[in-house]
């Protein structure tokens, strides 16, 4: 089945639920990441946290969550637009850390102490949005629903996961996101918050029943419809003219230093790993653009 991304409202009390399977577009970005066993899980749980974020933005709008902790992963940056594409990177993707208690150590990978920065760009030009929050648990969807409660003022409880399968592959990569609507009804979200206590672990959930069949769980008894499905997909964006903005941003004096010392220059896309050589010409093409722009 391919990705996707199911929105749906409950027919009265005002909660929606969001629900996604990113299972293939995880497997390939982690595969481009190089990322640990570790790493691959709190990747693709982040990557479903940006999915569920990306899902509530509106047409050419798109968000950007960045983990930054005191553990050996250092970073983890994703990115989603309002379409379903989605892309992300780690600092440290060879970093690892052993189970605790027979669950992946994703906390001590990410580290503790930090923040989650959360960036939308609202499409309207200038400078994005953007929030911080300290970490929480760094366990990703417990960070996420603290930001969108504490920050955004909308009542929120996110559930992702992700597992591998005997030979490490990514089998599992998928979540939820509950939030409550104003005017929600008490009684709906009682309901709907016993009903995520009740569930059963949320990788065979999602294996076995997928994002619809976690929708049901969550709302049980509750009246409620699919109001729309989307796929999710990676997409990464770059090329050759923003990496060349890029290299403006060094200035005439650290590109005449670079062009003087290696005579050439590479830049590798973090998200897709496509490397970028710009030889003596272009760089000599980029110092003349710079001066003229730093002499207006």
């Keep these: 089945m391919a990705d996707q991304m199911i929105r749906a ?6 909660v929606r639920i969001l629900a996604c399977d990113i299972r293939e577009a995880a497997r390939e970005i982690c595969q481009l990441q190089q990322t640990s066993p570790t790493a691959t899980i709190a990747l693709s749980r982040g990557l479903t946290g940006g999915a569920l974020m990306g899902a509530l933005m509106k047409d050419g709008q798109r968000t ?3 983990f930054e902790g005191n553990g050996p992963l250092t970073k983890m940056i994703v990115e989603a637009d309002y379409d379903g594409a989605i892309r992300g990177c780690v600092g440290n993707p060879a970093a690892d850390l052993p189970p605790v208690q027979k669950k992946w150590n994703v906390s001590g990978l990410i580290g503790k102490a930090g923040f989650l920065t959360v960036s939308k760009d609202l499409g309207f030009g200038g400078a994005p949005y953007q929030g911080v929050v300290q970490l929480v648990s760094s366990e990703i969807g417990e960070d996420i629903a603290y930001y969108l409660t504490d920050s955004e003022q909308t009542p929120t409880a996110v559930g992702v ?13 998928g979540g939820f996101l509950v939030q409550a609507l104003p005017k929600a009804d008490d009684d709906v979200i009682e309901k709907i918050l016993k009903n995520i206590d009740d569930l059963p672990p949320l990788a065979t959930l999602f294996a076995e029943e ?8 969550l709302f049980g008894d509750i009246p409620s419809t699919i109001l729309e499905t989307h796929g999710i997909f990676f997409r990464c964006g770059c090329e050759a003219p923003k990496v060349e903005r890029a290299l403006l941003t060094l200035g005439t004096e650290d590109l005449q230093e670079l062009l003087n010392s290696e005579g050439k220059a590479e830049v590798t896309c973090e998200f897709c790993r496509k490397a970028y050589h710009f030889g003596t010409p272009e760089l000599e093409a980029l110092i003349l653009q710079a001066s003229g722009e730093q002499g207006q």
């Design 9 to 14: 409202p409950c027919l009265t009390g005002g």
């Design 64 to 66: 950007a969550l960045k």
């Design 210 to 217: 997928g994002p619809e069949g976690v929708i049901r769980k």
């Design 161 to 173: 996961t992700a597992a591998l399968g005997e030979n490490g592959e990514l089998v599992t990569a």
